[in-house]
């Protein structure tokens, strides 16, 4: 006599797993977000940690796939880091994308004294990069379009300028120079814009060209080196750590 095994009639339904490109681990669906553009999949606290230290340290305005391979070579949309990011680190990155586009206009550009820092309009010319007279229509303040340092008519801009803010009335200068150990403010070795150091240690990354450096000697520094001191601040995942640098080695140098 043969007797037929009972089979259930309802079976128990299991979500599969999905794997994160960052951590590697595997998650269900409900914790992993897939990014709309490239369809990448991360798990959401990997891809909030890469999203949150790219804005904390100012090192993009369009925020890249993480998957250095992607195919699509994908962005998150802003309404995908709105859902990610708390409201006061969405409004720095929308500071940080209006700076950028101030900075790529050639048309407009920043007033440089401390105190102001509006927008000015340059007019449009032929030659965008020859130097013009400026005015700021807040503080009336007249500078330099390529040195931002006080108008200069008829003389040649100067590597060595001092910033405006020291030509300003009541300002100390000295509080400006650049071979002081301690001044607030310098330029970047690379890029010669004007940086502030408020608080934090002394390796810097210059937001107009990324460059990495030493705030007190102005030396280059390793870029593994610096993200990793971005690791003990803002204690992030040491994998999340490498595929940064990875990011930034492949995409931003």
């Not at 490109?21 to 669906?29: A, I, T």
């Not at 995908?80 to 409004?91: G, S």
């Not at 006080?150 to 071979?179: M, R, V």
Request: glycine content about 2%.
């Amino acid at each position: 006599m043969t007797t037929a095994r009972y089979r259930p009639t309802w079976e128990l339904a299991v979500d599969p797993l999905v794997s994160c490109k960052l951590c590697l681990g595997e998650f269900p669906l409900e914790q992993m977000t897939t990014i709309t553009q490239c369809q990448c999949v991360f798990c959401t606290l990997c891809l909030k940690q890469y999203v949150e230290l790219l804005i904390k340290e100012g090192l993009e305005t369009a925020i890249s796939c993480p998957d250095s391979a992607c195919p699509k070579r994908g962005h998150l949309q802003e309404n995908e880091i709105e859902c990610m990011v708390a409201a006061e680190m969405m409004q720095r990155y929308k500071k940080l994308q209006f700076e950028r586009e101030v900075l790529l206009d050639p048309c407009r550009t920043w007033c440089p004294s401390s105190s102001c820092q509006a927008v000015c309009q340059l007019k449009e010319t032929d030659s965008p990069a020859l130097p013009q007279l400026v005015q700021c229509a807040v503080c009336a303040l007249e500078f330099c379009s390529a040195c931002k340092a006080a108008w200069h008519p008829g003389q040649a801009c100067q590597e060595s300028s001092p910033p405006i803010a020291s030509f300003l009335p009541g300002e100390n200068s000295s509080f400006y120079k650049n071979e002081e150990d301690d001044a607030p403010i310098k330029r970047c070795p690379k890029c010669k814009v004007y940086i502030e150091r408020d608080e934090g240690c002394a390796q810097m990354m210059c937001k107009n060209c990324k460059h990495a450096f030493c705030w007190y000697c102005l030396e280059s520094l390793d870029v593994s080196c610096l993200f990793s001191s971005f690791k003990k601040i803002l204690n992030i995942d040491e994998k999340v750590l490498v595929l940064l640098v990875d990011y930034y080695t492949y995409n931003i140098l």
